[in-house]
């Protein structure tokens, strides 16, 4: 409760914008991403559960409360898309945390697994890293139109040979 309360108070004292910000909030945010995202999956998997769950949770955490920031600040939470990878990210983090937990360290995932999502998140703002949207897999993305043109002209002579009226002697 103590440290809530003094966060709160230098969230009010101190100004939480300019350039300074803008080069800070990015490492603050990928590390946060990735201590969740392990502290997640380990906490889910310190009660028994499996792999799977851990993962879900895992991610769940890292991204609830990134979105929960964002929200609380008024801006659109990172993780709704249109930027670099996030929650792909904390799947990451979280997969370090479960393999380490079924090696019998679970100390060192926990800060392995921290470092693997806060260096991914921070490449994936740096290189400009994305996943396909919607429409990068559509059938007009994926086929060359020279390869779509001679489907269409296999499928529509498929078509006559099985319409072609057949004599009958």
Known sequence: VLTALVAAAISFIVTLEGPVWERVLPVVDAVALGAWAAAGALKTLSFGMGWLP???LGVLTACGGGALRDIVVRRTPTVLGGNTLYATCAL???GVMVLAFDAGQSHLGLLA??????TLCLLARWRGWMLPDRDSWSPRQIVPR???SALRAQRDAIRRRRTRPTSTD
């Open 54 to 56: 851990a993962l879900l």
């Open 92 to 94: 990451i983090a979280a």
């Open 113 to 118: 697994a921290a470092l693997t999502g806060a």
């Open 146 to 148: 020279r390869a779509r």
